[in-house]
C-alpha cells in the first residue's frame, strides 16, 4: 500500500509560479517511477510529468521548458515546480506512483491560475 500526500496548491496570477509537493509513505520509494498528472473540469486526467527510478523524466507537451519535476528519494518526497502558469494550467493536480501495472494517487490538490 501507498500512502501519497500532496500540498502547495493554491492561486496564482497568469506568470507566477508554484511548487507542488507530494510525500509518499512506502518503503521501496526510490524504486519507483513518481508523477504529477492533472484534471480539469470536463476534461480527462492527463499527465503532467514523471520521473521513473532511474531518473528519466517525461513531460507532457503543455508544460514543456516550464514545470520541472525532481524526487528525493532520501525523504520520499517528489516536487514539481511550476514557472510562467497560464490560466489553462488551472486543475486539480495528482501526485501518481506506478507499481508495475498498479497507479497509486494521492487525494489532489487544487491550483486556480487567475487574475
Known amino acids: 500500500q501507498v500512502h501519497l500526500v500532496e500540498s502547495g496548491g493554491g492561486l496564482v496570477q497568469p506568470g507566477g509560479s508554484l511548487r507542488l509537493s507530494c510525500a509518499a509513505s512506502t518503503r521501496f520509494f526510490r524504486s519507483y517511477t513518481m508523477g504529477w498528472y492533472r484534471q480539469a473540469p470536463g476534461n480527462q486526467r492527463e499527465l503532467v510529468a514523471d520521473?521513473?527510478?532511474?531518473?528519466?523524466?517525461n513531460y507532457g507537451d503543455p508544460v514543456k521548458g516550464r514545470f520541472t519535476i525532481s524526487r528525493d528519494n532520501a525523504q520520499k518526497m517528489v516536487y514539481l515546480q511550476m514557472n510562467s502558469l497560464k490560466p489553462e494550467d488551472t486543475a486539480v493536480y495528482y501526485c501518481?506512483?506506478?507499481?508495475?501495472?498498479?497507479?497509486?494517487w494521492g487525494q489532489g490538490t487544487q491550483v486556480t491560475v487567475s487574475s
Open positions: 520521473i521513473s527510478d532511474g531518473g528519466t523524466i
Open positions: 501518481n506512483c506506478r507499481i508495475a501495472s498498479t497507479n497509486y
